[in-house]
C-alpha cells in the first residue's frame, strides 16, 4: 500500500505489516486484504449477522449510487428529523465547526460516501473514514477524488473494533449511524480510545421527540431497522460511563446535534 498508515489490528490492537494489496497481523496470524486501495477489517460474512443493520450491508452497497444525490439522503434527513431542521448543507458546516481541530488528525465513524469527511478533510490535516459498506467506500473514494481532496483514507471497519491505536485522534465525527449500532457504549468506548485528551466528539443523531415520542414507532425501528432513538439523559449517561465530558447539544425536530470533550 505504500505510504505509512496509522491503522493496527482492530482485534489485538498491535502493528501491521504492509504487504502488496493486504495488511498482516503478525499476533493473530491475520491477513486485511485491500480492495482498490481500501483496506478490509472485516473479516466474518455480515449478511448472517442476527442484527438488521449489519445483515443488511449489500442492500448498502446498492444504496451507495444514490445516497449522496437529491433522491435520497436528503428525503430521509428531512422525513426523520422534522421540518425545522438545518438543510444538509448547514448541518455539514454545524458539524465541520463543532469538530474544531484544525490540521488534527481526524476520523468518521460509519462515513458512507463521506459527505461529512470531505468536510472536515478541508480543515484538517488528514482524515479516516470507515464504515461496513464496501460500496459506500468505493463511491466516497470516487467523491473525494472528484473533488481533488488528497488527505482522506477510507477502511471498512466496525465501530466497535476500530483499526487504531489509543489516543490518536484530535477529533472524531459520528453522523446519522449512532442509532444504528448494535451497542451503543462499545461504539462510543471505542471511539473514547482512539481520542486524544480533550479532543472532540461531533454526533448527529436521533431522540425521542416529535413522532419518536410514541413508544410504538420506537419498537417498530428497533425490530425492523435495528435503529434505537436515545433519550437525552441516557446520551448523557452514555457519554460519562464511556469517558467523555461537556455534553452539549441542540435539538432539531427528533434531530440531536451534540458535541462532547474527551476527558
Ligand atoms: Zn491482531
Request: overall charge positive; proline content about 4%.
Amino acid at each position: 500500500m505504500g505510504e505509512k498508515s496509522e491503522y493496527v489490528c482492530p482485534v489485538c490492537k498491535s502493528p501491521l505489516s504492509s504487504m502488496p494489496d493486504e495488511l498482516f497481523c503478525r499476533q493473530c496470524k491475520v491477513e486485511y486484504p485491500a480492495k482498490s486501495g481500501i483496506p478490509d477489517f472485516i473479516l466474518e460474512d455480515l449478511s448472517r449477522s442476527k442484527h438488521p443493520v449489519l445483515s443488511s450491508v449489500s442492500g448498502l452497497d446498492k444504496l451507495a449510487k444514490i445516497y449522496e444525490t437529491r433522491l435520497w439522503y436528503p428525503i430521509v434527513y428531512h422525513v426523520y428529523g422534522g421540518l425545522f431542521i438545518p438543510s444538509v448543507e448547514e448541518e455539514v458546516k454545524m458539524v465541520t465547526d463543532m469538530v474544531n481541530a484544525a490540521d488534527g488528525l481526524g476520523l468518521d465513524v460509519a462515513c458512507g460516501t463521506g459527505l461529512f469527511t470531505r468536510s472536515i478533510a478541508r480543515k484538517m490535516r488528514r482524515v479516516y473514514g470507515i464504515d461496513i459498506s464496501m460500496g459506500m467506500l468505493q463511491k466516497a473514494t470516487e467523491y473525494a477524488e472528484k473533488e481533488k481532496i488528497g488527505n482522506i483514507r477510507y477502511a471498512r471497519a466496525m465501530a466497535e473494533k476500530l483499526p487504531f491505536p489509543d489516543r490518536l485522534f484530535d477529533g472524531v465525527i459520528c453522523c446519522g449511524a449512532l442509532h444504528l449500532f448494535p451497542e451503543t457504549v462499545d461504539a462510543l468506548g471505542e471511539m473514547a480510545r482512539v481520542m486524544k485528551k480533550g479532543a472532540r466528539l461531533a454526533v448527529m443523531t436521533f431522540v425521542r421527540r416529535r413522532f419518536f415520542r410514541f413508544k410504538r414507532i420506537r419498537e417498530h425501528l428497533r425490530k425492523d431497522h435495528g435503529a434505537h432513538v436515545f433519550d437525552v439523559d441516557e446520551m448523557d449517561s452514555y457519554l460519562s460511563q464511556t469517558g467523555f465530558k461537556d455534553f452539549t447539544y441542540k435539538i432539531y425536530g427528533s434531530m440531536i446535534l451534540f458535541h462532547a470533550e474527551k476527558s
